[in-house]
């Protein structure tokens, strides 16, 4: 089995910095592409960010292409979501999740195997 576990949330002005993180742990592998997704209030949950299993590719949303950056911690088991410049739309629960290689895009929650239990990002103006 697999855990994944995310921290870093909590209550932020718009405009401020800060980092999710992601600890990986149980069956882990290092061949699992890595991703960040967020549900929002009634919304459904969507894609934020994924990163390969070797960090050497990362794919991001539109709404939060160059202002959130998703990196692979050297330990392999470790995955964060820097996001900077934040935005009230962008308050949601955020998860981590992880997939074992397929050919997918990686874009939808379908596409994961493994998820977390989220982390809560609330953004004020």
């Known amino acids: 089995q697999v855990q994944l576990v995310e921290s870093g949330g909590g209550l932020v002005q718009a405009g401020a910095s800060l980092t999710l993180s992601c600890a990986v742990s149980?069956?882990?592998?290092?061949?699992?592409?890595m991703g960040w997704f967020r549900q929002a209030p009634g919304k459904e949950r969507e894609f934020v960010a994924a990163?390969?299993?070797?960090?050497?590719?990362?794919y991001y949303a539109n709404p939060v292409k160059g202002r959130f950056t998703i990196l692979r911690g050297n330990a392999k088991n470790t995955v964060f979501l820097a996001l900077n410049n934040l935005k009230a739309e962008d308050t949601a629960v955020y998860y981590c999740?992880?997939?074992?290689?397929?050919?997918?895009?990686?874009?939808?929650?379908?596409?994961?195997?493994?998820w977390g239990q989220g982390t809560q990002l609330t953004v004020f103006s």
């Open positions: 990163i390969t299993s070797d960090g050497g590719s990362t």
């Open positions: 149980g069956r882990t592998s290092s061949t699992y592409i």
């Open positions: 999740a992880a997939a074992e290689p397929r050919s997918v895009y990686y874009t939808l929650p379908d596409d994961y195997d493994y």
